[in-house]
């Protein structure tokens, strides 16, 4: 037991390496940008004020938003959906699969659960020894379970989901403005430095070259530091991006979330406002802060299923347990849009009854009337 929970802090020491890495090196470029070239390096005051306003401005958001991903912690699972202690109890002791999961079932029915494994049951977390909720996945890493999880990202040393999507997005987002804005502004004197002269007199240098000096070294590394950076953030921030148009995870990207009805890679989609409005939330002047937007809760999110996914789900819970009466089967939370489909689909089909019903009688009036016409 011991050398498992040594094992265990080593392993959560080492994982604050990359984030150590990565705040070593925003240091160092914050340095040799305002210190080397913005003191040393740049003549003009003028260039220099306007170059640290704008640096100074994504610099701060840049950290901002990081440090509200690193430290937001990953929401879990409520204690809704638990199960209660004789169920988790007779689930233990049960050693087939079916029994299981007709614990499970009964469980579930009064519980916002859309989507399935892929053989169709009820997903469960053993290790959690929760019901998942509709896009909760198990992070091996942190070792829980975390509501929309996207992926667990070693560079901040958290796992990204529902409670910091939002901040990770413009952390990319960000970090990109950081590194294109300091790639365009030092491409000119990291061209100068590397045209530099090199003759041994300074007298005999070009007036328009600059001195050999430290700062050559700061601003030729920050260069290529900056582009390299940039180039590898801009197709991660383009494939989130996506991902929010989409209104998709990561994983449900590679793997496509099961419903009653089947897998549908889109069955979260509510078009391209509304997929944004999900993440980003409603009042768009917060969305470039790094502040809680975010709309729902974690647990339940709205779908684009039809009320056949619903009648199913009745004839499943009826089919489970057999010596319930239809009456005595819990609903199923059904949304708003869910409820308007259904009433009108029971009022199209009590006019169709109806209509079946009255027409033998009008066909008997009028076989009636031409009769005593005749």
């Not at 912690?73 to 029994?99: M, T």
């Not at 509501?147 to 958290?158: G, R």
Request: charged share 20%; glycine share 2%; aromatic share 14%.
């Amino acid at each position: 037991m011991a050398p498992t929970h040594v094992l265990r802090c080593c392993q959560r020491t080492l994982a604050w390496i990359p984030v150590i890495f990565i705040a070593a090196v925003v240091c160092w470029s914050y340095y040799a940008y305002v210190v080397e070239l913005c003191l040393y390096t740049i003549i003009s005051i003028g260039e220099k004020i306007v170059y640290m306003i704008f640096f100074h401005l994504f610099f701060i958001m840049f950290v901002w938003s990081y440090w509200k991903t690193i430290y937001i912690q990953p929401a879990n699972p409520s204690k809704e959906f638990c199960l209660p202690k004789v169920e988790k109890e007779r689930y233990e002791k049960e050693e087939r699969p079916e029994n299981q999961q007709e614990i499970l079932w009964r469980a579930a029915t009064s519980l916002p659960l859309y989507t399935r494994t892929g053989a169709g049951a009820i997903r469960y977390c053993d290790r959690c020894q929760v019901i998942k909720p509709d896009r909760c996945h198990h992070c091996s890493a942190c070792d829980m379970c975390v509501l929309k999880m996207d992926h667990h990202c070693p560079w901040v040393n958290n796992c990204v989901g529902f409670s910091n999507y939002k901040f990770f997005i413009l952390f990319l987002a960000y970090s990109l403005l950081y590194c294109l804005f300091i790639a365009a502004t030092v491409l000119q004197y990291f061209i100068k430095f590397w045209t530099l002269c090199r003759r041994k007199s300074v007298e005999n240098c070009p007036k328009n070259e600059l001195k050999d000096t430290h700062a050559k070294f700061h601003v030729l590394f920050l260069f290529f530091v900056a582009a390299m950076f940039c180039i590898s953030i801009l197709s991660l921030f383009s494939y989130h991006l996506w991902l929010v148009g989409k209104n998709r995870s990561t994983i449900e990207a590679f793997r496509a979330p099961v419903f009653r009805a089947g897998s549908d890679k889109n069955g979260f989609s509510l078009g391209f406002r509304k997929n944004i409005a999900q993440v980003f939330g409603d009042q768009k002047k917060f969305w470039l802060l790094p502040v809680c937007t975010s709309q729902g809760d974690g647990l339940t999110f709205p779908t684009r299923l039809v009320s056949a996914d619903v009648e199913q789900q009745a004839t499943v819970t009826l089919q489970q347990e057999p010596s319930k009466s239809a009456a005595e089967v819990p609903e199923s939370p059904v949304s708003e849009s869910q409820n308007r489909l259904l009433s009108s689909e029971q009022n199209a089909n009590n006019v169709a009854e109806h209509q079946e019903t009255n027409t033998p009688a009008e066909s008997e009036t009028i076989t009636i009337s031409i009769e005593s016409e005749s």
